[in-house]
């Protein structure tokens, strides 16, 4: 019989711990059904969000499985236009565009070009030196996942590249810490150093659609990284480094394996590696015109996909495409489904309102702001990231405009909080980092609890205290 990934084989008195999250979804549904002071759909919605955030957290199934099962579920409680919403979203399918990036990416040799440089390049000591191998390689890999951050639009893709790429390059050590050091920290970097670039998080380019529809004001992908790129890109990814490095650095000297990667890299591998980084530099200049042409991110997605599949000219062929795994997607259809459930039955009304309504109405700026740090972070621990942009996005533009704030220190306080994660559950970038099979949840949220303090306890106060002074 074929078994679901993750599932374990076990008897029916040596239960996986895991499968115990459907039971206690199902409680947790069911009291809010019952118990709870909402309309009929609304409390209905939620006992579907908990249902899902119980596998989501407990991890029985894969996620995209439980992406089914609320897809499922919500089009039986409901309406299959409401269940497939999310399959409309452009920020879907920049995911799927993404996705063909970064196997586009990989394939072309450009990451093992990249490999093979930045172990051409470790200073002679770290050859026999682990605690100065890991410090380089760290450092290095680190820069690469910034970089990405502007390259590549997606930080879904930008884990998909790096991920395989520092698995290889970790195995110069010997002993796992380095490894899950090496691999945590580069990840991290390109994935929450994202908020300091306009097109590094699927959150800003939600906020940024929201705030320009809803309130009129557009923000460009330079004014985004003048804002939040040097605090929050990267000093981010300057303090997740030195937490990686605090937790994982090598106790000693010995436990350096052989790191010998001078390897050729023949004619056709280089030209290949080149010509795709030339095709994500042409995305690279489209969204930094984002002012002239006035284009969703999207489509520079989709120009960068388009070179790089086209016969002669691009780098890989379409049977890359038959390879390609997007039951991500699912997981994504899933979350956006619940998200305009939530906001269809008032629910997130009344939740953000909650939260908003202890504001004293001639609060100043940065109390106004750290409330809506508050009001996101409170939302994120029931439904993912990318839902809580999409819903919560328009009560605070209304927010603002109440409390007489402007709408850009709102809007990109918002995206801060919203690149800040605890829990896999709260993101499909750390589900895909758990998909990798690399770390297990609790080696996950260990990290990702830690970075998301430093954010919130020394980066945050920082950035506020910017906005204070600029507005």
């Given amino acids: 019989m074929t078994r679901l990934p993750g599932l374990s084989r076990r008897t029916p ?8 999250s459907v ?54 409680a409901f309406s299959t236009d409401l269940a497939l919403v999310g399959f409309h979203s452009a920020a879907t399918w920049l995911v799927v565009l993404g996705i063909l990036l970064g196997e586009a990416t990989r394939r072309s040799g450009l990451a093992d070009l990249l490999e093979r440089r930045v172990l051409r390049a470790m200073p002679a000591a770290g050859q026999s ?22 390259l590549v639009p997606s930080s879904l893709v930008r884990v998909l590249i790096l991920g395989p790429l520092l698995v290889s390059i970790g195995e110069v050590f010997d002993d796992r810490g380095p490894r899950i050091g090496l691999f945590l920290g580069p990840l991290f970097v390109t994935y929450y150093a994202g908020t300091g670039v306009l097109t590094g998080s699927l959150a800003n380019i939600i906020i940024t659609g ?12 330079v004014e985004w990284a003048m804002w939040l790129g040097p605090v929050m890109g990267v000093g981010r990814a300057v303090a997740i480094t030195a937490v990686a490095y605090l937790m994982y650095r090598p106790s000693g ?4 394996a052989d790191a010998d990667a001078a390897a050729a890299v023949d004619a056709e591998t280089l030209e290949g590696a080149w010509r795709m980084l030339l095709f994500l530099l042409i995305g690279v200049a489209v969204w930094a015109t984002d ?27 379409v049977d890359v495409i038959e390879e ?13 489904a619940i998200a305009e459930g939530l906001q269809r039955t008032d629910f997130t009304d009344l939740a953000a309102n909650a939260i908003l309504s202890n504001l004293p109405s001639d609060a100043s700026l940065p109390l106004v702001l750290l409330f809506v740090v508050v009001a996101a972070l409170a939302l994120t621990f029931v439904m993912e990231g990318l839902a809580v942009a999409s819903v919560l996005t328009p009560i605070l533009i209304s927010f603002a405009a109440s409390a007489g704030v ?66």
């Fill in 13 to 20: 008195l040596d239960v996986d711990p895991a499968w115990l």
């Fill in 23 to 76: 039971p206690v979804g199902a409680a947790a549904a069911a009291a809010v059904v019952a118990f709870a002071p909402l309309s009929t759909d609304a409390a209905t919605m939620l006992a579907i969000t908990l249902f899902c955030v119980s596998l989501w957290v407990g991890t029985p199934v894969p996620p995209w499985f439980t992406g089914l099962v609320g897809l499922g579920l919500i089009g039986v």
């Fill in 129 to 150: 030196d682990a605690r100065v191998a890991y410090r380089y390689l760290l450092g290095a890999m680190s820069a690469a996942g910034l970089g990405l951050v502007v």
């Fill in 210 to 221: 929201i705030v320009e529809s809803t309130a009129g004001v557009s923000i460009g992908w």
């Fill in 253 to 256: 000297a010995d436990g350096i």
């Fill in 291 to 317: 002012w002239l042409h006035g284009l969703h991110p999207l489509y520079g997605a989709l120009l960068v996909a388009l070179l790089a599949f086209a016969p002669r000219v691009g780098v890989v062929g």
């Fill in 324 to 336: 390609t795994d997007f039951s991500i997607v699912f997981f994504l259809g899933a979350v956006f």
């Fill in 406 to 471: 402007p709408i850009l220190p709102v809007a990109l306080t918002e995206a801060v909080a919203l690149n800040t994660y605890f829990f896999p559950y709260q993101s499909a970038v750390l589900v895909a980092i758990l998909g990798l099979d690399v770390v297990d949840t609790r080696e996950l949220v260990r990290m990702a609890a830690i970075c998301s303090a430093v954010t919130l306890l020394l980066l945050l106060p920082i950035q506020l205290g910017l906005f204070t002074l600029a507005f």
